[in-house]
């Protein structure tokens, strides 16, 4: 059974800082392209940053040089920690594991239940 888990979440003040935490369990996770996405009410899903197996990060340019995407494939866990944080991204945040089968090209997708994050200006 897969289990995307996400936490750190919580309010906190515009230019401070917090780490998100996403454990997964019941996939290969190193094979696995691991991702945080963030939604706001009446909004799109939209990428915040993701990360390959080997290492090689993407971030939206809303969120660069402010965010940084980790990976520890020892403990199954992907990181987001979170500097100088703004009112607009308050959203909630999903964790998000993705692979492509070679076999047939259909994509593997899991997704957590996501954890809120509110900055207060």
């Known amino acids: 059974q897969v289990q995307i888990v996400e936490s750190g979440g919580g309010l906190v003040q515009a230019g401070g800082s917090l780490r998100l935490s996403c454990a997964a369990s019941?996939?290969?996770?190193?094979?696995?392209?691991m991702g945080w996405y963030r939604q706001t009410p009446g909004k799109k899903r939209e990428l915040v940053a993701t990360?390959?197996?080997?290492?090689?990060?993407k971030y939206a340019d809303s969120v660069k040089g402010r965010f940084t995407i980790s990976r520890d494939n020892a403990e199954n866990i992907v990181y987001l920690q979170m500097n100088s944080l703004k009112p607009e991204d308050t959203a909630v945040y999903y964790c998000?594991?993705?692979?492509?089968?070679?076999?047939?090209?259909?994509?593997?997708?899991?997704w957590g239940q996501g954890t809120q994050v509110t900055v207060s200006s």
């Open positions: 998000n594991a993705a692979r492509r089968l070679r076999t047939t090209g259909s994509v593997l997708d899991y």
């Open positions: 019941g996939i290969t996770f190193s094979v696995y392209v």
């Open positions: 990360i390959t197996s080997d290492g090689s990060t």
